[in-house]
């Protein structure tokens, strides 16, 4: 039997919930990892109101879907950043321009999804950190040992508190290793889980997409970090380097074909997902499979659909028995 195929819902948040769920069941999909922002999840409404999460969870049994983790990505950045003026953008209107409200505001609310998370029968909540020191990424001007070791001992302490409502609540937290958080990469994450060494409900959420083009083999990430990883992302990217152009993005938006790397649907870039699912069979994960769908070059619900559909041809299970045994004596 294939692992559960979900769809994570944060790039089709301007569809109401019940169009999200009446399509995700028509392009081939299991279940959701519901985003908690734009129309999809209210975290402290669902943490609150027993009767709201009553409804959602009505609407996933009319489609037949389940949801096992919920994202709350946008909302965990806020936590780990500060004065960035595109923090805006995630946090409530009424916090715009004010740092310290906005960090606050996303403490308290990562400790609600911890609730919310519980109430709607998940055990994973996917999303970020932020990062106090992503902006000394170059170091230059020259970025000192002990600033280093100061942001990661930030992170540790702002999610403290948080961390302690996820245990309340039987609640693991998968960080996705991206860019713009305290891990983005291979070491940058063996730091930080070392950091959080005391704290086993603190994961990885393994996404390869984001991986693949800083020249990280996903499958070997994914191998060396197993006993971490409590939640997967389908997603792929492509590295398109052609003489002018780099990996650092030169400010040129996403699809753009200028640029030296870009999201693709699954099974249109250079992500070995075969090598992924014989690690996953190995190391005997059975969590979600959820397809985290961006590429702007292609029409998302063909995308998603096309996506689904090749989830399901490679999301083979490991053998049972040794193929040489048939030839036995």
């Given at each position: 039997?294939?692992?559960?195929?979900?769809?994570?819902?944060?790039?089709?948040?301007?569809?109401?919930?019940?169009?999200?769920?009446?399509?995700?069941?028509?392009?081939?999909?299991?279940?959701?990892?519901?985003?908690?922002?734009?129309?999809?999840?209210?975290?402290?409404?669902?943490?609150?109101?027993?009767?709201?999460?009553?409804?959602?969870?009505?609407?996933?049994?009319k489609?037949?879907?389940?949801?096992?983790?919920?994202?709350?990505?946008?909302?965990?950045?806020?936590?780990?950043?500060?004065?960035?003026?595109?923090?805006?953008n995630?946090?409530?209107?009424?916090?715009?321009?004010?740092?310290?409200?906005?960090?606050?505001?996303?403490?308290?609310?990562?400790?609600?999804?911890?609730?919310?998370?519980?109430?709607?029968?998940?055990?994973?909540?996917?999303?970020?950190?932020?990062?106090?020191?992503?902006?000394?990424l170059?170091?230059?001007?020259?970025?000192?040992?002990?600033?280093?070791?100061?942001g990661?001992?930030?992170?540790?302490?702002?999610?403290?508190?948080?961390?302690?409502?996820?245990?309340?609540?039987?609640?693991?937290?998968?960080?996705?290793?991206?860019p713009?958080?305290?891990a983005?990469?291979?070491?940058?994450?063996?730091?930080l889980?070392?950091?959080?060494?005391?704290?086993?409900?603190?994961?990885?959420n393994?996404?390869?997409?984001?991986?693949?083009?800083?020249g990280?083999?996903?499958?070997?990430?994914?191998?060396?970090?197993?006993?971490?990883?409590?939640?997967?992302?389908?997603?792929?990217?492509?590295?398109?380097?052609?003489?002018?152009?780099?990996?650092?993005?030169?400010?040129?938006?996403?699809?753009?074909?200028?640029?030296?790397?870009?999201?693709?649907?699954?099974g249109?870039?250079?992500?070995?997902?075969?090598?992924?699912?014989?690690?996953?069979?190995?190391?005997?994960?059975?969590?979600?499979l959820?397809?985290?769908?961006?590429?702007?070059?292609?029409e998302?619900?063909?995308?998603?659909?096309?996506?689904?559909?090749?989830?399901?041809?490679?999301?083979?299970?490991?053998?049972?028995?040794?193929?040489?045994?048939?030839?036995?004596?």
């Amino acid at each position: 039997m294939s692992r559960l195929l979900t769809i994570m819902t944060c790039q089709w948040a301007d569809l109401d919930m019940e169009t999200m769920c009446k399509k995700a069941k028509e392009m081939g999909y299991d279940g959701l990892e519901l985003a908690c922002w734009g129309n999809h999840l209210d975290v402290k409404r669902a943490a609150e109101d027993d009767s709201y999460v009553a409804e959602i969870k009505a609407l996933l049994a009319k489609y037949d879907l389940k949801c096992e983790a919920l994202a709350a990505h946008i909302i965990g950045q806020c936590v780990g950043d500060y004065d960035d003026p595109r923090l805006n953008n995630f946090a409530p209107p009424e916090l715009a321009d004010k740092p310290a409200e906005i960090r606050a505001w996303a403490i308290e609310t990562m400790k609600l999804a911890a609730v919310a998370a519980k109430k709607m029968g998940c055990s994973i909540v996917t999303g970020f950190t932020g990062s106090p020191i992503w902006k000394y990424l170059y170091s230059f001007p020259q970025t000192p040992e002990s600033m280093v070791e100061a942001g990661y001992q930030q992170i540790y302490d702002l999610w403290t508190p948080i961390l302690d409502e996820f245990v309340k609540n039987g609640i693991k937290f998968a960080l996705e290793v991206h860019p713009g958080e305290i891990a983005f990469d291979y070491y940058s994450t063996k730091r930080l889980l070392e950091k959080f060494a005391d704290r086993p409900e603190f994961g990885l959420n393994f996404d390869p997409s984001h991986l693949i083009w800083q020249g990280i083999t996903p499958h070997i990430f994914l191998q060396d970090f197993a006993d971490k990883v409590y939640h997967v992302h389908m997603k792929d990217a492509a590295v398109t380097l052609d003489g002018r152009s780099g990996l650092l993005g030169s400010h040129i938006d996403f699809g753009d074909l200028r640029r030296g790397w870009n999201f693709r649907s699954l099974g249109h870039g250079d992500v070995d997902f075969e090598n992924i699912i014989r690690v996953l069979n190995a190391i005997g994960y059975e969590g979600p499979l959820s397809v985290e769908w961006e590429d702007s070059g292609m029409e998302r619900e063909y995308g998603a659909k096309e996506a689904a559909e090749f989830v399901r041809k490679i999301d083979f299970r490991a053998s049972d028995f040794k193929f040489d045994d048939a030839i036995a004596n």
